[in-house]
């Protein structure tokens, strides 16, 4: 798999941290070019240095994912740089709001976790695809959640905009398939990440709370464990996957 990947150009959005980091870092050991975009310039610059200790190539760009003359620069300067774009995760998002009832949700808090969690993607899609569309070839990944099709109590703002994700991948998939871009999503359960932390302190109001009794396996998941499907979809094994949300949680959707 790797001769696929090599020299080619991946980007990945929120990749200073968690699942976005692990997939940067995954890409970088497939041999591709890995550009490393996030808000915190710290953690994205901290992505970048660990790429290159273990030898692959890395650049950072920030990118505030919810403006889109942010995404525009970003894809700008990644075909600035690479002077193209083989494979994109479009994984950037916040929780929201966990715990809060949705009577309780404020209209600010609604619009920045819809900014960033949907429009966000839609905005990467939007100048990403006419680049691969060039090419003729790409393939495009976009963290969804396993709160893309099912819910919990207290989660309404971070489930509606993950199902608006699922739904915006499939409707990409149907667009993009002629030519020759393949729009995928992964959707990640209870992962050992720092999102998670905040996530499960704001559902349960416990700190360090534990919610590996979620998943069928009975432990949380890896960050590296959904960076092999982040990569495996966009590989050529993965040639027949279009619009597939490939869940990673551990069983806990079928619970």
């Given at each position: 798999m790797t001769e696929w990947f090599k020299d080619k150009v991946a980007l990945v959005t929120g990749a200073g941290s968690g699942i976005g980091r692990a997939s940067a870092l995954a890409f970088a050991r497939k041999k591709a070019r890995v550009v490393v975009s996030n808000i915190s310039v710290d953690h994205g610059e901290e992505t970048v240095a660990l790429i290159r200790q273990e030898g692959g190539e890395a650049i950072f760009f920030k990118a505030d994912v919810s403006n889109e003359a942010e995404v525009e620069a970003l894809i700008n300067n990644t075909i600035k740089t690479y002077g193209r774009l083989d494979f994109a995760l479009n994984n950037?998002?916040?929780?929201?709001?966990?715990?809060?009832?949705?009577?309780?949700?404020?209209?600010?808090?609604?619009?920045?976790?819809?900014?960033?969690?949907?429009?966000?993607?839609?905005?990467?899609?939007?100048?990403?695809?006419?680049?691969?569309?060039?090419?003729?070839?790409?393939?495009?990944?976009?963290?969804?959640?396993?709160?893309?099709?099912?819910?919990?109590?207290?989660?309404?703002?971070?489930?509606a905009s993950k199902h608006g994700v699922a739904g915006l991948t499939k409707a990409a998939a149907l667009e993009c398939i002629k030519d020759g871009i393949r729009v995928n999503a992964v959707a990640p359960g209870p992962i050992n990440t720092p999102f998670e932390s905040r996530f499960s302190v704001g559902i349960t109001g416990l700190q360090n709370a534990d919610r590996s009794g979620l998943s069928a396996i009975?432990?949380?998941?890896?960050?590296?464990?959904?960076?092999?499907?982040?990569?495996?979809?966009?590989?050529?094994?993965?040639?027949?996957?279009?619009?597939?949300?490939?869940?990673?949680?551990?069983?806990?959707?079928?619970i």
């Open positions: 950037a998002g916040i929780e929201g709001a966990p715990g809060v009832p949705i009577t309780k949700i404020t209209e600010k808090t609604w619009d920045r976790v819809m900014a960033v969690n949907l429009k966000g993607i839609w905005l990467s899609m939007k100048y990403e695809i006419p680049i691969m569309a060039k090419q003729k070839c790409g393939a495009i990944v976009n963290t969804a959640s396993t709160m893309s099709f099912i819910v919990a109590a207290s989660a309404a703002l971070y489930a009975g432990r949380n998941g890896q960050p590296s464990e959904v960076a092999s499907a982040v990569v495996w979809l966009c590989s050529e094994e993965a040639s027949y996957c279009v619009g597939t949300i490939l869940t990673v949680d551990g069983g806990q959707s079928i």
